[in-house]
């Protein structure tokens, strides 16, 4: 019996601890079981609200502002310069007739003068022959003869020579004068010195380049444009604005100076009407008035010539446009929004134009959408939101930190 007892003792407890475990076991996963799931973490997310808006789409270009007219002046006369305006330096302004140069003008009145003579010495001569076939006609008819008399009888030849000699002594006259006139520089508009090329004493002759000047009443400014620039600009063919009340658009001009801003309001005038055939684009002109503002056209900042400036041109308009930081655009042309329920969806837009800052959407998200702002790696539909909202939207895209 002892014996037995000993053999079946270990078999009991090998028997008790299994059931114990299996007990242990069954009572642990009901637990489990009885125990609610944890409820799913959400992904902090930053979202703007999307507002649908009308606007003009705006076209950006630069250029350097240039003189619409400009002039080279060049010496037509010979002498000796004997005065230069005060004004006649570079960077000086000068008024429409202002006499900017003058050579000596001794030698040309003098020729003037001896022209005149010629003149006047010629209508005498043919003066008197005029009235020699005058009294040639009378004595014809005096004599009683018949018939018509020659044209030699009557001086005609003496009396054509005589005329001839007129008009070759008044274009004498008129050269002379145009000669006297060019000795003295001046210029058709009101403008501004680029380049002073000779100065008081200086002997000059048909051809010396005596300077450079340009228009101040206008400036241009050359903005090239590729075809989708195009696109979103209504530029009227010069036979539509000759035609009609139809007008260039509008062009605000801006530049950097001493840390601030300036702007100019300018318009196009025309385009140039071709393709530059290395850079494949087309060149509109803006125009701006009085860009030096001394004519008392402009009332706005001084622009000069050679200022490299940036250019935002007016262009179509759009109605029912949502405009979004470039960045939330997704390579397919979607865009992530948190929904009511604060899950996320991926939704498909209609993009009307990319900038390298804005995108605008024309369908695909309405009004009050919450676009999601942060970047998120791998986005799934339905993944629960903790929204931080803003009004403003970011200039540059947030990344999110870790879930919560």
């Known amino acids: 019996m002892g014996k037995f007892f000993k053999f079946m003792l270990p078999l009991i407890l090998i028997t008790v601890s299994i059931i114990l475990v299996i007990s242990l076991v ?18 902090l997310v930053e979202t703007i609200d999307a507002e649908v ?74 003066a008197d022959e005029a009235a020699r076939s005058e009294q040639a006609l009378k004595d014809w008819q005096n004599m009683g003869k018949q018939g018509k008399p020659s044209d030699l009888g009557l001086r005609k030849p ?5 005329k001839a000699n007129v008009s070759a002594a008044e274009a004498d006259v008129l050269k002379a004068r145009r000669d006297l006139e060019r000795t003295r520089i001046t210029v058709p508009y009101d403008g501004l010195v680029r380049q002073k090329a000779v100065d008081i004493g200086q002997y000059v002759t048909p051809g010396t380049r ?31 604005v000759k035609s009609s009340n139809k007008s260039f658009p ?14 100019w309001e300018a318009r196009i005038i025309r385009t140039e009407g071709v393709v ?14 009085d860009p030096y503002g001394v004519l008392g056209q402009s009332h706005q900042h001084e622009l000069k010539v050679g200022t490299f400036v940036n250019a935002e041109i007016e262009g179509l308009p759009a109605d029912n446009v949502v405009v979004l930081p470039r960045f939330v655009l997704r390579p397919d042309n979607t865009v992530l929004i948190a929904n009511a329920d604060n899950e996320l969806e991926i939704v498909t837009v209609t993009v009307l134009r990319a900038e390298p800052k804005k995108v605008y959407i024309g369908t695909g998200i309405n009004g009050g959408a919450k676009v999601i702002t942060t970047t998120l790696a791998a986005p799934l ?24």
């Open 26 to 43: 069954t009572y642990q996963n009901s637990k489990r079981a009885e125990r609610k799931p944890e409820t799913e973490k959400a992904i």
């Open 53 to 126: 808006i009308s606007l003009n789409f705006m076209v950006n270009s630069q250029g350097t502002v240039r003189p619409r007219t400009e002039t080279a002046l060049v010496s037509e006369v010979s002498g000796k310069i004997v005065s230069v305006a005060p004004d006649f330096v570079a960077g000086g302004f000068f008024r429409e007739g202002q006499v900017l140069l003058q050579i000596d003008p001794s030698d040309y009145e003098a020729g003037l003068k001896r022209a005149e003579a010629a003149l006047a010495s010629r209508e005498a001569k043919l």
């Open 158 to 162: 003496q009396l054509a020579d005589a």
């Open 210 to 240: 005596l300077g450079v000047t340009f228009a101040i009443d206008t400036a241009e400014v050359r903005l090239p444009l590729t075809h989708s620039d195009l696109d979103y600009l209504d530029l009227p063919s010069e036979t539509e």
């Open 250 to 263: 509008q062009v605000t001009l801006s530049t950097e100076t001493g840390g601030s801003i300036r702007q």
């Open 276 to 289: 530059d055939e290395v850079s494949r684009v087309i060149h509109a002109v803006a125009q701006v008035v």
């Open 381 to 404: 539909p339905g993944t629960k939101l903790a929204i931080r909202g803003r009004q403003a939207p970011a200039s540059k895209p947030v990344t999110s930190g870790a879930e919560q």
